[in-house]
């Protein structure tokens, strides 16, 4: 099971967070937020309308996130409010175990205050003490240049690109930036 103990911290703006593993009771407000992240249709795979998951998917997903020694699923809160969250899965083989990918999300009304790089800081201080996990790798649209920014801040150095990766509904394309970390 992979969890941490709940976490406090101190935004710039002065607003206390915590950070913690995700529980079943969450699902409502984690769909929430991804809807409205998805309907900015800026820097998300899915497309308004093609997000389709239920609360009832995602209390699920919680749920193996939990199960699964290689997993975490964290979300951040101010004031009992979900501002954003992190998920991460490992490979599931024995070959691909030590690495694993991640996504985080950030409410729009709360980015700029250290929200993202306080998730990403847990997830890595967690993967560092993971038995298995080596390597905490992501992929980025290349125009996001705050969460590329980020993530180096973090760290993260840029692996490669996928050329050509997205393509948006106005026909214009968008590449994909591969980043990792090494954590041992």
Same mark, same amino acid.
């Given at each position: ?27 409502? /407000? ?8 998805? !309907? @900015?249709?800026?820097?998300? *795979?899915?497309?308004?309308? %093609? &997000? ?13 996130? /939990? ?8 979300? !951040? @809160?101010?004031?009992?409010? *979900?501002?954003?969250?992190? %998920? &991460? ?29 306080? *998730? ?65």
């Amino acid at each position: 099971m992979s969890m941490i103990g709940p976490q406090t911290h101190t935004l710039k703006t002065g607003e206390q967070l915590l950070v913690r593993c995700a529980h079943s009771d969450d699902a409502a /407000a984690i769909m929430a937020l991804k809807a409205a992240i998805m !309907a @900015e249709d800026v820097y998300t *795979l899915t497309s308004p309308g %093609e &997000f389709t998951y239920s609360a009832e998917r995602e209390r699920q997903a919680i749920g193996e996130c /939990a199960e699964q020694r290689g997993y975490l699923y964290l979300v !951040a @809160e101010v004031a009992g409010r *979900l501002v954003g969250q992190l %998920e &991460f899965e490992n490979g599931r083989w024995r070959k691909t175990a030590h690495a694993g990918m991640l996504s985080v999300y950030v409410d729009h009304d709360w980015r700029e205050r250290g929200i993202g790089t306080l *998730l990403l800081r847990t997830l890595l201080d967690w993967a560092a003490a993971h038995l298995v996990i080596e390597k905490v790798t992501l992929a980025v649209f290349s125009s996001n240049s705050r969460a590329i920014a980020a993530y180096k801040k973090c760290g993260f150095e840029e692996e490669g690109r996928c050329a050509r990766d997205m393509k948006l509904d106005s026909g214009d394309y968008i590449d994909s930036v591969l980043m990792y970390r090494f954590v041992k």
